[in-house]
């Protein structure tokens, strides 16, 4: 099955830093890939996703990338905000089952 | 912008008994999942329903888990005899459809608490 495994497991950086996290997948029939960000407490949401058509997509301050052939995809954060800070996980689907990765958590130091 | 809901925030029970975990999705959602979370681990997928079947599970979801639309609205979890292990927080999932291309919308979980 799936396999999902996701670096760094921590993060820091400074507000207005842009901040980086790698995934990595095994199932090159994965075709779905979306980003949740966790704040302590509180449900998993989505704040970007991409599918396998593509290779870039933006939304403001954060982008994801995929390179299907080495079954890879990051996230950036740029400008990053004290209130980026949260756990981020990444996830690929297949089909409906999504596998997560086992997140990062990002704290943005003001 | 609708939401899905879950009920209770927090429950704790004693090691053996049976919990119910219920959920409310998106009204004009399809698909229905249960993911669970042990503190600070990864999200891990248990099963997903769809046309009041079970249409793909997990090893996790083994005997003791049980899954169920009793009504129109309410999506269930029922763990039969908890286990210490089974403390987690559980979040039940909705979408439209069961192709990877939707977003799965997340209820804000149920703490479950084995004693």
């Known amino acids: 099955g799936e396999n999902v495994e996701q670096h760094p497991s921590t993060l820091s950086v400074q507000e207005g830093d842009s901040a980086v996290i790698k995934c990595t997948y095994s199932?090159?029939?994965?075709?779905?890939f979306p980003w949740y960000k966790q704040e302590l407490g509180k449900r998993p949401q989505l704040i970007i996703d991409?599918?396998?058509?593509?290779g870039e997509k933006k939304d403001q301050r954060i982008a994801v990338t995929l390179n299907k052939t080495a079954k890879h995809f990051s996230l950036h954060i740029t400008e990053t905000q004290p209130e980026d800070s949260a756990v981020y996980f990444c996830?690929?689907?297949?089909?409906?089952?999504?596998?997560f990765g086992k997140g990062t958590r990002l704290s943005v130091i003001a | 912008e609708p939401e899905v809901t879950q009920t209770p925030s927090h429950q704790v029970t004693q090691m053996g008994q049976e919990v119910i975990l219920r959920c409310v999705p998106i009204?004009?959602?399809?698909?229905f999942y249960w993911y669970r979370q042990i503190l600070g681990q990864k999200v891990e997928f248990l099963v997903s329903?769809?046309?009041?079947?079970?249409?793909?599970k997990s090893e996790i979801f083994d005997d003791q888990f049980s899954v169920e639309r009793p009504d129109g609205s309410n999506f269930t979890l029922k763990i039969r005899s908890t286990k210490l292990e089974d403390s987690a927080m559980y979040f039940c999932?909705?979408?439209?459809?069961?192709?990877?291309?939707?977003?799965?919308?997340f209820g804000p979980g149920t703490r479950l608490t084995v004693l």
């Open positions: 999932a909705s979408s439209e459809e069961a192709s990877s291309y939707n977003e799965q919308f």
């Open positions: 199932d090159s029939a994965s075709n779905y």
């Open positions: 991409i599918r396998s058509n593509v």
């Open positions: 996830a690929a689907s297949a089909n409906t089952p999504l596998v």
């Open positions: 009204s004009n959602h399809l698909y």
């Open positions: 329903f769809y046309n009041n079947e079970i249409s793909e």
